[in-house]
Antibody, heavy 120, light 110 residues
Framework: EVQLVQSGAEVKKPGESLKISCKGS????????IGWVRQMPGKGLEWMGI????????RYSPSFQGQVTISADKSISTAYLQWSSLKASDTAMYYC?????????????WGQGTLVTVSS | QSALTQPASVSGSPGQSITISCTGT?????????VSWYQQHPGKAPKLMIY???NRPSGVSNRFSGSKSGNTASLTISGLQAEDEAVYYC??????????FGGGTKLTVL
């Protein structure tokens, strides 16, 4: 069974750094892209970017390029999303999801989400 | 890359059919047959309902169907049920080799 398990909720202050994780199991982690999706409170889904754990090839949405870093450690089947300096506007639910096909980038399996709260 | 355009809300009575539109451009919806639709219930992660415009993943009810004409894709739900009440998002592959989502449509089952 394919599963994506994300790290727990975080409460941080503006300016702090953060790295959240997404551990995949039940499939070949290095053979599928994994992506990150932001959902701000009461808002819609925003595609942030994806990574191919096999070779760490990465693509970012222009809206998030330079704002976050997506990485992966294939030895432990885990993808990461990190910030070097959080802002209050980073407060959101963040989902990781497996890309079922590199052809259409559909997300076929999703993590449970990680709530990030940034407040002074 | 601009978000795809969806109506903010639609509604229908049980048993009826509804259609949700998703309008993009010739660089995404209009060029590629790579439109997907996701269902999200409150407090839950999204769920893939349709991919490649009209294909259903295993386990998704055949009451859900998708189509596309030009730069606009559509999701139709027939035989509406109370459990269909959710927010629906479309997405499309783009010429920039990334994905873009629509703004979401809240479906209310009256």
């Amino acid at each position: 069974e394919v599963q994506l398990v994300q790290s727990g909720a975080e409460v941080k202050k503006p300016g702090e750094s953060l790295k959240i994780s997404c551990k995949g199991s039940g499939y070949s982690f290095t053979s599928y892209w994994i992506g990150w999706v932001r959902q701000m409170p009461g808002k819609g889904l925003e595609w942030m970017g994806i990574i191919y754990p096999g070779d760490s090839d990465t693509r970012y949405s222009p809206s998030f390029q330079g704002q976050v870093t997506i990485s992966a450690d294939k030895s432990i089947s885990t993808a990461y999303l990190q910030w070097s300096s959080l802002k209050a506007s980073d407060t959101a639910m963040y989902y990781c999801a497996r890309v079922g096909s590199s052809r259409n980038l559909k997300f076929d399996y999703w993590g449970q989400g990680t709530l990030v709260t940034v407040s002074s | 890359q601009s978000a795809l355009t969806q109506p903010a809300s639609v509604s229908g009575s049980p048993g009826q059919s509804i259609t949700i539109s998703c309008t993009g451009t010739s660089s995404d919806v209009g060029y590629y047959n790579y439109v997907s639709w996701y269902q999200q219930h409150p407090g839950k992660a999204p769920k893939l309902m349709i991919y490649d415009v009209s294909n259903r993943p295993s386990g998704v009810s055949n009451r859900f169907s998708g189509s596309k004409s030009g730069n606009t894709a559509s999701l139709t739900i027939s035989g509406l049920q109370a459990e269909d009440e959710a927010v629906y998002y479309c997405s499309s592959y783009t010429s920039s080799r990334i994905l873009v989502f629509g703004g979401g449509t809240k479906l209310t089952v009256l």
